[in-house]
């Protein structure tokens, strides 16, 4: 049994994403401790924006005309594909950046998704029980000021789960910087009750992998 666990955040020490990820993998090795976890680090090991490029157009390329780049990027594809493919749940931590997702996040997504196995219309990845971790310093829920802003959630949540076809969770924590940000001191608060929340959910959600794994294996 394997869980495939993806970290994305740029400051691995200090990371709120990890600790919540740490979370969710503690749950499923309670629960499965024979399982091996599979690991990739995109922040502190990325990929070169170059190698989705090679991959797309090695694919639009004759096999016999394709440059060792573009097979090297291939080959890449398909690793990254194998691990998602043959994990039995997924685990993703994910920070928000520049009002985005992580630009290493998405150039593994996008070199993953030049793999024929995760395409939309006969994604292998259909049903696999999933959680999404992320986090956010500020807060751009209804209501506040910049409400709208997050533009990481939504893509990830649109590609993960209506892509790729995840049965997936999302744990989500905002105001990760009240305390490290004076101007956000008046929010100290509520950014303490959002993270007891999202401990909750993180942990809530390990079981329900474990658990949904069990099922999907009975
Ligand atoms: C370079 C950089 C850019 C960031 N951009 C934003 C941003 O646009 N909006 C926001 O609310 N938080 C932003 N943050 C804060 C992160 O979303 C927040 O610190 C999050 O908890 C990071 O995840 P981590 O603790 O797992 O590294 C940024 C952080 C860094 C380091």
Request: proline letters at 6%; hydrophobic letters at 40%.
């Amino acid at each position: 049994m394997t869980l495939f666990r993806l970290d994305a955040s740029i400051l691995p020490p200090t990371s709120d994403s990890r600790a919540l990820g740490d979370r969710v993998e503690h749950e499923w090795t309670a629960a499965h401790p024979d399982s091996a976890v599979v690991r990739r680090d995109v922040a502190t090991e990325p990929i070169s924006a170059d190698v989705w490029r090679a991959a797309v157009t090695g694919g639009f390329t004759a096999e016999d005309e394709r440059s060792p780049e573009q097979r090297e990027a291939m080959a890449f594809a398909t690793t990254l594909a194998d691990e998602l493919v043959s994990a039995d749940a997924l685990l993703f931590d994910v920070p928000l950046y520049n009002y985005g997702p992580s630009q290493h996040f998405k150039t593994w997504f996008d070199v993953a998704y030049t793999d024929s196995r995760i395409d939309p219309e006969g994604t292998a990845l259909r049903g696999k029980p999933a959680t999404l971790v992320t986090t956010i310093g500020g807060n751009y829920g209804p209501g506040t000021p910049k409400e709208g802003w997050d533009h990481s959630t939504p893509w990830l949540r649109r590609v993960l789960e209506d892509v790729w076809g995840l049965d997936l969770r999302i744990v989500k924590r905002p105001f990760t910087l009240v305390g490290v940000n004076p101007a956000l001191d008046e929010f100290a608060d509520l950014a303490a009750s959002l993270k007891e929340q999202a401990e909750e959910d993180a942990t809530r959600s390990g079981r329900e992998l474990a658990e949904l794994r069990s099922q999907r294996s009975a």
